[in-house]
């Protein structure tokens, strides 16, 4: 298998959907935390390495994953995982929004009472039923774990590490999608992850 080096900075947000499907592939990487910005931009700044630098984009974990056999076993499965990855981004950059005004108590209560309100629910529907189009698989998508299934599952273990409980309440009352989430987390590799990395507030 190819070797790989991850940089993001030193947290999960966008990057530990990587490391959690390099879990379940048992693919060995290297796993380069970035402490601050102006490590960052020298990291950027590098323009040849000896091993693969998987700064976060959408076509690092669709590679990765296509390497490690997690993209679908046909054309129709990968279109449709691309569509959930898609969606997921869609939904991270709204949450994103939050981040960001984080400084602004006004703005930031606004932000987050439509994402409990509109913008999470939404989503969450949305999953819900792309799930039930595969109703009679365990899975997102196909008769096993793809990057769909870790992306989604990644995504909303660290929502409410990183902004509370109450955002991920409507997916957490949601019995098919966390009936998904239980099946997602009994993988193996995924489980040793967990062990091994145990979730923390805003993280």
């Known amino acids: 298998m190819p070797e ?26 290297e796993d380069k935390r970035i402490k601050d910005n102006a490590e960052w931009e020298k990291v950027r700044s590098v323009q040849h390495c000896t091993s693969a630098i998987c ?3 959408q076509e690092t974990i669709i590679n990765t994953t296509r390497e490690n056999d997690l993209y679908g076993t046909n054309e129709s499965e990968r279109t449709m995982v691309d569509v959930v990855l898609c969606t997921l981004e869609d939904l991270f950059s709204e949450v994103l929004k939050l981040y960001m005004a984080r400084e602004d108590q006004v703005k930031s209560a606004e932000i987050k009472e439509k ?12 999953f819900e039923e792309m799930k039930k189009v595969n109703s009679k698989e365990k899975w997102l998508v196909g008769s096993k774990i793809t990057v ?4 989604l599952f990644s995504f909303f273990k660290q929502l409410p590490l990183m902004f509370g409980e109450s955002l991920a309440k409507v997916y957490n009352d949601n019995t098919t ?12 590799g995924i489980k ?5 990395h145990p979730p923390k507030k805003n993280n």
């Open 55 to 57: 700064k976060w984009r």
């Open 148 to 151: 769909a299934d870790i992306a």
């Open 115 to 126: 994402l409990e309100k509109e913008t999470i629910p939404k989503f969450v529907k949305i």
């Open 177 to 188: 999608l966390k009936t998904h989430a239980n099946v997602v987390q009994e993988n193996p």
């Open 192 to 196: 040793k992850w967990i062990e091994a």
């Open 4 to 29: 790989y080096r991850l940089v993001y900075f030193d947290g999960r947000g966008r990057g530990e959907a990587i490391r959690i499907a390099f879990a379940v592939a048992g693919q060995v990487y």
